[in-house]
Nanobody, 123 residues
Framework: QVQLVESGGGLVQTGGSLRLSCAAS????????MGWYRQAPGKPRKTSDMVAEITSGDSANYAASVKGRFTISRDTAKNTLYLQMNSLKPEDSAVYYCAAGLRTPRGYEYDYWGQGTQVTVSS
């Protein structure tokens, strides 16, 4: 089992920045990929809501809508995943979830999810 705890969400104005953190604990060696997903109010979370993903080899993947504005990174010493979000837009408002799992030939498969952290961008 892997436990994930997100932090760093909040309210920010358009054009502002936030950094999300996700502290992982438990069976860390059982995973080789982590990512960030977001879920808009009233909508189910879908695979298309992927924001950014990163493997244990530091290979990163971003949604087109955030490329160039968001940066995913990880600190292996602290078992912590980060998402630096710059130039935020109102459409970035959502609950952001941290996910952990495996990168396989079939793609990313996430078995563990955090509780989510709210990001609200005001216009």
């Amino acid at each position: 089992q892997v436990q994930l705890v997100e932090s760093g969400g909040g309210l920010v104005q358009t054009g502002g920045s936030l950094r999300l953190s996700c502290a992982a604990s438990g069976s860390i060696t059982s995973i080789n990929a982590m990512g960030w997903y977001r879920q808009a109010p009233g909508k189910p979370r879908k695979t298309s809501d992927m924001v950014a993903e990163i493997t244990s080899g530091d290979s990163a993947n971003y949604a087109a809508s955030v490329k160039g504005r968001f940066t995913i990174s990880r600190d292996t010493a602290k078992n912590t995943l980060y998402l630096q979000m710059n130039s935020l837009k109102p459409e970035d408002s959502a609950v952001y979830y941290c996910a952990a799992g495996l990168r396989t030939p079939r793609g990313y498969e996430y078995d563990y999810w955090g509780q989510g952290t709210q990001v609200t961008v005001s216009s």
